[in-house]
């Protein structure tokens, strides 16, 4: 059951009159669990939806180093593209470069746009070309260096950077494996891939609850895959605890209320009123939401241990009625202040 109550809210205006907003409190019960798990994976699955793509072959771009070989004709490849060992590892391998507009320069056939071609097709428009000076040629093409597309993986893993895409797609498992893999404080359920301006959360956690293999996952060029740390995702437990502290979620991700309330060695008896624990969420939106839990009935406390937190919310134990829980919400809430206390008391 939601309860909610009119706020008037001064808008610093004495002509402007008082806007009404509303705080609502929702009470903990097995419907709200259920509520927000269903929308959960609901946006869990949407966000998938769009990122599960097929995996396209490998398309030559600017700067990518061509190695071509022409049989029985070797004037075609200029000295210093024969392939040799390079004694830098960030040499290039020799060949034909692709240049800024996507072409390249070779023997009796002058300027060749290769760029946006899969190595065959540059290899076929190649072989056309020169068999207008050359009699039945006969050459490979292939990319000795792969230059143009890369990835960047961030954040809490071993070895954060550039990763170069090659003719193996890359899928997200693959980035991270060649990222040195997660670190130990990794939070593997709040991955971020940015794509074209556009931010999606990924939860390796969610998917393989639901047998969805990571591998589905093909990052593209340009990607940014950000893994967050586990303390950028912790909790505030305040109040009557034995250890206000910020919990931090599991390693799969995961934090419940009675995980938290764990971490903050569980509600101090003497001092606490168990009927009234709140979850504060939302305090930097237009919007937050405040619930409520009596975990003075041990049978309800049950209900903490499938409540599950999100990254910022507070969690408050209240000592004496709702008058701390009242100013507490007014320091955190500064736009409710002026009617907060009506709205809890009115529970």
Excluded: C
Excluded at 279 to 289: C, E, F, L, S
Aim: charged content about 20%.
């Amino acid at each position: 059951m939601t309860e909610s109550a009119s706020i008037p809210v001064s808008s610093g205006d004495a002509n402007t009159p008082a806007t009404e907003l509303q705080l609502p409190i929702s009470d903990i019960n097995i419907n709200l669990i259920r509520q927000q798990e269903i929308a959960r994976h609901a946006d869990a699955e949407n966000d998938l939806r769009v990122l599960m793509t097929r995996a396209h072959p490998y398309t030559i771009g600017q700067g990518d180093v061509l190695q071509i070989n022409v049989w029985d004709h070797p004037e075609l490849v200029p000295t210093g593209t024969a392939p040799v060992n390079s004694t830098r590892l960030a040499d290039p391998a020799p060949g034909f470069v692709v240049d800024q507009l996507g072409n390249i320069q070779f023997p009796y056939v002058g300027t060749l746009h290769v760029a946006d071609l899969r190595p065959d097709e540059a290899q076929a428009r190649l072989l056309e070309a020169l068999s207008k000076s050359y009699k039945e040629p006969q050459l490979t093409l292939r990319v000795a260096s792969f230059r143009a597309k890369d990835v960047y993986v961030d954040g809490e893993v071993k070895a954060p950077g550039l990763l170069q895409l090659n003719d193996i797609p890359m899928t997200l498992l693959e980035a991270v494996n060649r990222a040195g893999g997660f670190s130990l404080n990794a939070d593997q359920s709040r991955l971020t891939l940015l794509r074209a301006g556009i931010s999606h959360p990924i939860s390796l956690t969610e998917m393989l609850d639901k047998n969805v293999s990571p591998a589905s996952i093909m990052l593209q060029a340009g990607d940014v895959l950000r893994v967050p740390g586990r303390d950028d995702n912790g909790i505030f437990v305040m109040g009557e605890v034995n250890k206000p502290a910020l919990a931090l979620p599991m390693k799969t991700g995961k934090l419940t209320l009675s995980q938290a309330l764990a971490q903050a060695g569980s509600i101090n008896s003497n001092t606490a009123d168990a009927k009234e624990l709140y979850v504060i969420r939302g305090i930097a939106t237009d919007k937050p939401q405040v619930f409520h839990l009596n975990a003075h009935n041990p049978v309800a406390m049950t209900l903490a241990s499938e409540f599950e937190l999100l990254p910022k919310d507070v969690v408050y134990v209240d000592g004496n009625g709702l008058v701390r829980l009242s100013r507490i919400l007014s320091l955190l809430l500064p736009a409710y202040n002026a009617g907060i206390a009506a709205t809890v008391l009115t529970r």
